[in-house]
Nanobody, 123 residues
């Protein structure tokens, strides 16, 4: 099995910054894609950003609402992914979930979620 542990959420004022981190552990052969989703009350879970590794190249994707403000990065050797969030807005308030597509010893790929970390942007 694979465990994803998130950290870095909290309360920040509008215009402030936070950095989320997620570490994957377990019987992992490789992680192709890691990313972040978020869910606010009454809304569906939505993609924030993901980063896909193919060999030595990482490809990133961002939701339009966070482009230019959020930056995703990963350390393939450590199976970690980070989300640097700048210029935060009240509408960024949500529970943020880490996600990973992990290949296990059976050669198959499975999707895993973290437990979520609360981000609140408020004055």
């Amino acid at each position: 099995q694979v465990q994803l542990v998130e950290s870095g959420g909290g309360l920040v004022q509008p215009g402030g910054s936070l950095r989320l981190s997620c570490a994957a552990s377990g019987s992992i052969v490789a992680i192709r894609r890691m990313g972040w989703y978020r869910q606010s009350p009454g809304k569906q879970r939505e993609l924030v950003s993901h980063i896909t590794s193919t060999g030595s190249t990482n490809y990133t994707n961002y939701a339009d609402s966070v482009k230019g403000r959020f930056t995703i990065s990963r350390d393939n050797a450590k199976n970690t992914v980070n989300l640097q969030m700048n210029s935060l807005k009240p509408e960024d308030t949500a529970v943020y979930y880490c996600y990973a597509d992990a290949v296990l010893g059976d050669g198959l790929q499975y999707g895993y979620w973290g437990q979520g970390t609360q981000v609140t942007v408020s004055s």
